[in-house]
């Protein structure tokens, strides 16, 4: 096959599979070196043999490269500086949530992919036995496990959208001022705050359990930063969840994505890490 032939047949696809190689990993910088690398493998292939299937001969590279990617972030997370969360986005995948991502975080490299595959992909079992290196059977217990794990974390009840916003903009105000009548009103009982430094900004390192602790924890903030006027937030979904970007102190943006429950706060997701922040320089923020 030719080089040029090669080149329009891997382009063709390279829009699903660097939407594959995101739902993998989590992450659209790791998904286009993956992609990179097919593209890389595919022209040797190409130039040495005539490849019948070209998508699905692409999907079972691409699947085991993000498999290695994997199982590497796995051993990284697991040395990371503090509570890992995914890249913020602000226009998301439609299907791939925050609430979905940290679901699939909890899953094994081979059960992820068997899910996303097959679930959200529509690979036949037969295909995803040969991808995954595994018996059919093995490949249904992977998905139905990984569809067990991801359906227990779902939220049990949609949010409305004007609920999330008036929540989110109350939040906004009473952690910037400091209102720990209102932080507790807000804050459900066992709420938690995550926050991603990443060991480059100043952040917590573990999370921050209970109503109580999380509202002192922002009181404690407000009267740090003193009168100063707080950053005024883009209010946006942070990958599909109800939140938004300000401008701190440092002059880097921070993220705060708010996973709401029955009307009140159960999880804060705050990313403060600037390599996870790239895009987000470029909003419309202000003093």
Same mark, same amino acid.
């Given at each position: 096959?030719?080089?040029? &032939? ?8 390279? $829009? ?17 070196? =993956? ?5 890389? &493998? ?28 994997? &199982?590497?972030?796995? &051993? ?21 949530? /925050? #609430? /979905? ?11 992820? %992919? ?5 679930? =959200?992909?529509?690979?036949?079992? %037969?295909? /995803?036995? =040969? ?14 496990? %990984?569809? %067990? ?7 049990? +009840? ?9 929540? #989110? ?34 952040? =917590? ?25 707080? #950053? ?11 939140? +938004?970007? #300000? ?29 996870? /922040? ?5 909003? $419309?923020?202000?003093?």
């Amino acid at each position: 096959m030719s080089t040029a &032939r090669a080149a329009a047949q891997f382009e063709a696809h390279r $829009p699903f599979l660097k939407r594959l190689a995101a739902r993998l990993l989590g992450s659209r910088a790791d998904a286009d070196d =993956v992609v990179q690398d097919a593209y890389l &493998r595919w022209h040797r292939v190409a130039a040495a043999q005539t490849v019948e299937t070209p998508r699905a001969y692409l999907v079972r590279i691409v699947t085991r490269l993000c498999l290695d990617r994997m &199982r590497a972030l796995r &051993r990284q997370r697991l040395a990371y500086n503090g509570p890992w969360l995914p890249e913020p986005e602000l226009e998301p995948e439609q299907d791939l949530t /925050l #609430t /979905l991502l940290l679901a699939l975080e909890r899953l094994s490299p081979l059960e992820r %992919a068997a899910f996303l595959l097959h679930d =959200v992909f529509g690979t036949p079992f %037969a295909d /995803l036995a =040969v991808t995954l290196k595994r018996s059919e059977m093995a490949c249904r217990q992977l998905a139905a496990r %990984a569809r %067990a794990h991801i359906q227990a974390a779902q939220p049990r +009840y949609p949010v409305d959208a004007r609920e999330a916003e008036a929540i #989110t903009e109350a939040f906004f105000k009473a952690s910037h001022l400091g209102d720990m009548a209102a932080l507790t009103q807000l804050l459900a009982p066992d709420s938690v705050l995550l926050a991603d430094g990443g060991g480059v900004r100043l952040s =917590v390192r573990n999370p921050i359990l209970g109503r109580d602790k999380v509202a002192r924890f922002f009181a404690g903030l407000a009267r740090k930063r003193g009168p100063s006027a707080p #950053t005024r937030p883009h209010l946006s979904p942070i990958n599909g969840l109800p939140g +938004y970007v #300000t401008l701190e102190s440092d002059g880097l943006p921070q993220s705060t994505a708010f996973k709401i429950e029955n009307g009140q706060i159960a999880a804060i997701y705050i990313v403060r890490n600037p390599h996870k /922040l790239r895009m987000m320089k470029f909003l $419309p923020l202000s003093r």
